[in-house]
């Protein structure tokens, strides 16, 4: 069973940065895709970005793609999400998650119900 546990959020004024983590437990294999959501109070989940833990290769919203990085630590088993330049807009629950796959690359895998686990979410508010 995977289990993932994101930590880093917190309150930063527009402009200023902060790092995401998600520490992953339980993995049985590399063939996995991972993935950053967020959801704001009153509106739907939104993806932010993809990344294939085997390869590396990531995608992004348009949204947040320029600002915002998804990264992994494989020696750790730790997925970081860099967000810079952060702006009021972006203040939400952000959450992370986790699908095995077993043929092909991930691809975007933008919604939600592609993944199959899912962290309890780290808080970001931003203040303008």
């Known amino acids: 069973q995977v289990q993932l546990v994101e930590s880093g959020g917190g309150s930063v004024q527009a402009g200023g940065s902060l790092r995401l983590s998600c520490a992953a437990s339980?993995?049985?294999?590399?063939?996995?895709?991972m993935g950053w959501f967020r959801q704001a109070p009153g509106k739907q989940r939104e993806w932010i970005a993809t990344i294939d833990v085997r390869v590396g290769s990531t995608y992004y919203a348009d949204s947040v793609k320029g600002r915002f990085t998804i990264s992994q630590d494989n020696t750790k088993n730790t997925l970081y999400l860099q967000l810079n330049s952060l702006k009021p807009e972006d203040t939400a629950m952000y959450s992370c998650?986790?699908?095995?796959?077993?043929?092909?690359?991930?691809?975007?895998?933008?919604?939600?119900?592609?993944?199959?686990?899912w962290g309890q979410g780290t808080q970001v508010t931003v203040s303008s």
């Open positions: 339980g993995y049985t294999s590399s063939r996995y895709c």
């Open positions: 998650a986790a699908v095995r796959i077993y043929s092909g690359p991930c691809g975007y895998r933008t919604t939600p119900t592609s993944y199959g686990y």
